[in-house]
């Protein structure tokens, strides 16, 4: 079709079914064709605005074929029971699934009664009992119950070069799964002073012998960030670890437990693990997050709002309007976070937001657990985005919170953006759209580090890292933090701004924790300056 003459109604009808709006039907046709032009078609042949259904009936059906359940098909869609109750009585769809799907058996494992039939689960289990039940092959689990389970990966982390040497002294030849083992090199501490690449040639040739395939190389970037970009974690496992970051996972419905070095290795060893099944807390995020007030904003107002609280041995699960907006990448911050809490693991519940970022990706099937509704919590707390702030979190701790307004302009020198939990694409995409087409203050250097080199990638891509350069940032490979010594950049009497947390060796200077907006904004004026002005939403 010629993009200049004036297409027909078939036509038009077609390309707005694709584009819906005007504008992206201009950008499809090009040519000089303009938005105001497809509206100038519309009106001549009589198409009023896009008003397509969100929903086919030909997905609702498949849906509803699926599950059964207007729930959890509901769920699959990120809708309400009663929203898609009513796409369903919109299309007359009001027979029940003539087979019964295994979607639709795996989610009625431990919920709702049916008369005459014995009730499988108690009805008042939450995610985490969910998942701990399935992998220990029970019907149901109570808190503190012990259960054996077979993790479905294990990441070493940090430790692996002490997960080593103590499987070898259990006198075992081989680990149990070769492809339930991950080894990230980067971030390894070696526990040795005999020479980095000796050492490093050992993991690797560890990694060979062991068949180890998920051995991600120096570079490769944060193994956890890795680990989700490649599909090796999937919603409603359970991940081992010796690094606290594997709490990032459960922004995937994952859930993680940490474990020693020790403990790793008889994992490493024997396949099994025993666990004592934790109590939960329920913490509800409502509202919409202001101007400039970002995920890691309000991971510290959280921590810092419960250190009087008993988090200790618990796990959080994460409901409420304000999770269910926020992205994966949203997720991964706020979970890697909230390790200060002083409880043992995080999880947000699997919704459409999940089902897209992990379908894509996922290397075998899997099934998400989905708490009851009417799931018992040892504790309950609730959180209102609207009244949060953009904060800095200081040196003294997680409760050393103060709210960007309250710095009076204090001067920074140096800014350290990226890393593990605010290293992704999205949070890279917001340093350079503040910093773009302009310079960094002369009296501070600004470093940025992508999570993973398939970020680094896309950014390269897509014309951020032109950006950073331009602007006299600094970009740094993806990897171990800590190759960047800054007790060598950072003198006693200057001032850091920082997206990692509490990854760095600290150094003599004052090193206070921030958003990347808050860095990329800070880093133009050279001290710390709230973002709002500079942001576009």
Same mark, same amino acid.
């Given at each position: 079709?010629?993009?200049?003459?004036?297409?027909?109604?078939?036509?038009?009808?077609?390309?707005?079914?694709?584009?819906?709006?005007?504008?992206?039907?201009?950008?499809?046709?090009?040519?000089?064709?303009?938005?105001?032009?497809?509206?100038?078609?519309?009106?001549?042949?009589?198409?009023?605005?896009?008003?397509?259904?969100?929903?086919?009936?030909?997905?609702?059906?498949?849906?509803?074929?699926?599950?059964?359940?207007?729930?959890?098909?509901?769920?699959?869609?990120?809708?309400?029971?009663?929203?898609?109750?009513?796409?369903?009585?919109?299309?007359?769809?009001?027979?029940?699934?003539?087979?019964?799907?295994?979607?639709?058996?795996?989610?009625?494992?431990?919920?709702?009664?049916?008369?005459?039939?014995?009730?499988?689960?108690?009805?008042?289990?939450?995610?985490?009992?969910?998942?701990?039940?399935?992998?220990?092959?029970?019907?149901?689990?109570?808190?503190?119950?012990?259960?054996?389970?077979?993790?479905?990966?294990?990441?070493?982390?940090?430790?692996?070069?002490?997960?080593?040497?103590?499987?070898?002294?259990?006198?075992?030849?081989?680990?149990?799964?070769?492809?339930?083992?991950?080894?990230?090199?980067?971030?390894?501490?070696?526990?040795?002073?005999?020479?980095?690449?000796?050492?490093?040639?050992?993991?690797?040739?560890?990694?060979?012998?062991?068949?180890?395939?998920?051995?991600?190389?120096?570079?490769?970037?944060?193994?956890?960030?890795?680990?989700?970009?490649?599909?090796?974690?999937?919603?409603?496992?359970?991940?081992?670890?010796?690094?606290?970051?594997?709490?990032?996972?459960?922004?995937?419905?994952?859930?993680?437990?940490?474990?020693?070095?020790?403990?790793?290795?008889?994992?490493?060893?024997?396949?099994?693990?025993?666990?004592?099944?934790?109590?939960?807390?329920?913490?509800?995020?409502?509202?919409?997050?202001?101007?400039?007030?970002?995920?890691?904003?309000?991971?510290?107002?959280?921590?810092?709002?419960?250190?009087?609280?008993?988090?200790?041995?618990?796990?959080?699960?994460?409901?409420?309007?304000?999770?269910?907006?926020?992205?994966?990448?949203?997720?991964?911050?706020?979970?890697?976070?909230?390790?200060?809490?002083?409880?043992?693991?995080?999880?947000?519940?699997?919704?459409?937001?999940?089902?897209?970022?992990?379908?894509?990706?996922?290397?075998?099937?899997?099934?998400?657990?989905?708490?009851?509704?009417?799931?018992?919590?040892?504790?309950?707390?609730?959180?209102?985005?609207?009244?949060?702030? *953009?904060?800095?979190?200081?040196?003294?701790?997680?409760?050393?919170?103060?709210?960007?307004?309250?710095?009076?302009?204090?001067?920074?020198?140096?800014?350290?953006?990226?890393?593990?939990?605010?290293?992704?694409?999205?949070?890279?995409?917001?340093?350079?759209?503040?910093?773009?087409?302009?310079?960094?203050?002369?009296?501070?250097?600004?470093?940025?580090?992508?999570?993973?080199?398939?970020?680094?990638?896309?950014?390269?891509?897509?014309?951020?890292?032109?950006?950073?350069?331009? *602007?006299?940032?600094?970009?740094?490979?993806?990897?171990?933090?800590?190759?960047?010594?800054?007790?060598?950049?950072?003198?006693?009497?200057?001032?850091?701004?920082?997206?990692?947390?509490?990854?760095?060796?600290?150094?003599?200077?004052?090193?206070?924790?921030?958003?990347?907006?808050?860095?990329?904004?800070?880093?133009?004026?050279?001290?710390?300056?709230?973002?709002?002005?500079?942001?576009?939403?």
């Amino acid at each position: 079709m010629n993009p200049r003459r004036m297409p027909t109604k078939a036509e038009l009808i077609r390309l707005q079914k694709l584009y819906r709006t005007d504008k992206r039907i201009a950008e499809t046709l090009g040519n000089g064709v303009t938005e105001h032009l497809v509206a100038y078609w519309r009106r001549k042949k009589g198409i009023p605005t896009y008003s397509f259904p969100k929903f086919s009936v030909k997905e609702i059906r498949e849906v509803w074929d699926r599950f059964g359940d207007d729930f959890h098909a509901g769920m699959e869609l990120g809708l309400s029971k009663a929203a898609f109750y009513n796409w369903r009585r919109r299309y007359k769809i009001t027979r029940k699934p003539a087979a019964l799907k295994l979607e639709q058996l795996s989610l009625e494992l431990f919920t709702g009664d049916t008369p005459g039939r014995k009730r499988l689960g108690s009805g008042h289990q939450t995610i985490v009992q969910k998942v701990l039940s399935r992998s220990a092959d029970c019907k149901s689990v109570d808190i503190g119950q012990e259960v054996e389970i077979e993790p479905e990966m294990v990441i070493a982390g940090d430790s692996v070069d002490e997960v080593i040497e103590g499987f070898n002294q259990t006198g075992t030849t081989y680990v149990w799964n070769p492809a339930r083992v991950l080894i990230p090199l980067d971030g390894t501490i070696l526990s040795t002073a005999s020479g980095e690449a000796g050492r490093y040639k050992s993991l690797r040739d560890f990694s060979r012998m062991q068949q180890i395939q998920n051995t991600f190389e120096l570079g490769e970037g944060d193994g956890f960030q890795v680990a989700l970009e490649k599909g090796l974690v999937l919603p409603g496992q359970v991940i081992l670890g010796c690094d606290r970051t594997i709490f990032a996972c459960g922004c995937l419905g994952v859930l993680t437990f940490k474990l020693s070095a020790s403990e790793t290795a008889l994992v490493w060893a024997e396949g099994k693990v025993g666990l004592s099944v934790p109590e939960t807390v329920r913490v509800n995020l409502t509202g919409r997050l202001s101007r400039g007030v970002f995920s890691r904003d309000v991971a510290h107002h959280i921590v810092a709002q419960t250190q009087t609280a008993d988090m200790t041995g618990k796990i959080i699960e994460f409901y409420g309007t304000a999770i269910d907006q926020m992205s994966i990448s949203e997720r991964f911050t706020l979970c890697s976070i909230l390790h200060d809490t002083g409880c043992i693991g995080v999880v947000c519940p699997y919704d459409a937001t999940t089902r897209r970022y992990i379908n894509p990706r996922a290397r075998k099937p899997f099934t998400p657990a989905l708490a009851d509704r009417n799931a018992v919590y040892a504790a309950e707390f609730t959180f209102d985005l609207n009244i949060m702030k *953009a904060v800095v979190c200081g040196p003294a701790g997680p409760s050393d919170l103060i709210p960007i307004d309250e710095m009076g302009g204090l001067a920074v020198h140096y800014i350290f953006m990226g890393g593990a939990v605010n290293g992704r694409f999205d949070d890279l995409k917001i340093v350079a759209e503040i910093i773009k087409g302009k310079k960094i203050s002369p009296l501070t250097r600004l470093f940025i580090q992508p999570a993973s080199r398939a970020i680094y990638l896309d950014a390269l891509k897509r014309g951020l890292i032109r950006v950073f350069a331009e *602007a006299g940032a600094i970009v740094i490979s993806p990897g171990d933090p800590r190759r960047l010594d800054l007790r060598e950049v950072l003198a006693p009497d200057e001032n850091g701004l920082t997206t990692y947390h509490n990854e760095i060796t600290r150094p003599g200077g004052r090193l206070y924790q921030v958003s990347p907006a808050t860095a990329a904004v800070s880093a133009l004026t050279g001290e710390i300056t709230h973002p709002a002005p500079y942001v576009k939403f």
